[in-house]
C-alpha cells in the first residue's frame, strides 16, 4: 500500500466513522476526488479548487467547462463535483413535493427560490395546484439563453390537464437583473391566463425570481 492509499484509507474511515462534520472544506473534496481520480494525491488539488472559487460552495457550483480549468480536475472529476450537489437538490425537491402547500405567494416564492438556485439563464416553471394550494406537479416548461425563454402555451394547458389542477402558478427567473415584471412578463401573463381559463383553471400567481428575491404579480394586484 503506498503513502496515498494509506492516506486515504484513513480519510475514508474518519468519514465512516464521524461524517464530515469534522473534515475542513478542502479535505471533504479531497475525499470527494478520490473516487473520479483513484491514482493521484488530491490533496493539492482540493487547495487548488478553493484557491480559485473561494469557497466550497462556488466550488460545487462551478461549471464542468471551468473546473476543468484546474490542473488535475478531467471531465469525470468535475462531473462528479458538479453531480454531486444536483444530485443532493434533487432528492430535497422530491421530499419536499410529497406534501407541500403553496397557498401564499410567500410559500409559493420560497419554494420557487430553491428551484432557481444556480440557474444561469432564463427558465420558465410551471406549478398545478389542487384547490387547496396542494402541489400536484412542478413543470419545467421551457428553458433559453440569453434572449430569454419562450412560454409554450399548449403545454401550459396540457400540463394542467394531466394533473387535473385547479390553480396554476407561473415563474421564470431574470438571471442577470432584477426580480420586476417587463411588459413581455404582462403579456406573457395574459397569455397563460386567458388559455388556462378555456379549461377552467385559474392563474393563481406569476412569481418572478432573481438574485435570491421573488415578486408576486398577485401580490402587486394585477390578477385580481
Given at each position: 500500500m503506498g503513502i496515498h492509499d494509506g492516506h486515504r484509507e484513513k480519510m475514508r474511515r474518519r468519514f465512516l466513522q464521524g461524517g464530515l462534520d469534522a473534515f475542513a472544506d478542502h479535505e471533504a473534496l479531497e475525499l470527494l476526488l478520490y473516487y473520479a481520480i483513484p491514482r493521484r494525491d488530491t490533496n493539492p488539488i482540493a487547495h487548488a479548487l478553493m484557491d480559485r472559487?473561494?469557497?466550497?460552495?462556488a466550488v460545487l457550483s462551478a461549471p464542468v467547462e471551468d473546473l476543468q480549468k484546474v490542473e488535475g480536475i478531467g471531465e469525470s472529476a468535475a462531473i462528479l463535483l458538479r453531480l454531486a450537489p444536483l444530485l443532493a437538490r434533487k432528492a430535497r425537491l422530491a421530499e419536499s413535493e410529497k406534501e407541500t402547500i403553496l397557498n401564499s405567494s410567500e410559500r409559493a416564492g420560497r419554494y420557487l427560490l430553491e428551484r432557481f438556485a444556480g440557474e444561469t439563464h432564463e427558465v420558465i416553471y410551471q406549478l398545478c395546484l389542487d384547490r387547496k394550494g396542494k402541489l400536484l406537479a412542478c413543470k419545467r416548461l421551457a428553458e433559453g439563453g440569453v434572449a430569454g425563454a419562450d412560454l409554450n402555451i399548449r403545454q401550459l394547458v396540457s400540463n394542467a390537464l394531466l394533473t387535473s389542477a385547479s390553480a396554476v402558478?407561473?415563474?421564470?427567473?431574470?438571471?442577470?437583473?432584477?426580480a420586476l415584471p417587463s411588459p413581455e412578463d404582462y403579456a406573457t401573463t395574459d397569455r397563460a391566463?386567458?388559455?388556462l381559463a378555456t379549461i377552467g383553471v385559474e392563474l393563481a400567481d406569476h412569481i418572478i425570481v432573481a438574485d435570491g428575491d421573488f415578486v408576486s404579480m398577485a401580490d402587486s394586484g394585477y390578477l385580481g
Open positions: 472559487y473561494g469557497s466550497l460552495s402558478i407561473l415563474s421564470h427567473n431574470h438571471p442577470s437583473g432584477v391566463k386567458e388559455a
